[in-house]
């Protein structure tokens, strides 16, 4: 079994064009907060997880990458700006929706 199957920097640069295409969805104001309401959040994060299965599905990530995906998801949220706590939960919805079978 492979533990490591696709490059560490495409597992990299997918988080951070799944990271940007949430910002560009769910942009922030300038004051940091959200804008939109949670049900528009929770809309875009189904189709970020739905997008990122597709991926690990194609790719056939293995565990380890995985695991790169969502820390790298989550540290590109969190330099964009968002609360700790929608960085999250985001992230924890899209390594369950990649991780199960």
């Known amino acids: 079994m492979r533990w490591f199957r696709l490059p560490g920097k495409r ?13 560009r969805s769910c942009p922030l104001d ?3 907060r959200k804008t939109l309401p949670p049900r528009r ?3 875009e ?9 597709r991926f ?7 565990v380890y990458s995985k695991a790169r995906l ?3 998801f989550r540290w590109k949220l969190t330099d964009l700006g968002y609360a700790p706590e929608l960085v999250e939960e985001l992230t ?7 991780s199960r079978k």
Do not use: K, P, T
């Open 11 to 23: 597992v990299d640069e997918f988080a951070g064009e799944l990271a940007q295409q949430f910002a």
């Open 30 to 32: 300038q004051m940091g």
């Open 41 to 43: 959040i929770a809309a």
């Open 45 to 53: 994060a189904r189709v970020l997880c739905e997008r990122a299965a």
């Open 56 to 62: 690990s599905d194609e790719q056939r990530l293995g």
């Open 70 to 72: 969502g820390n790298a």
């Open 92 to 98: 924890r919805e899209l390594v369950f929706h990649i």
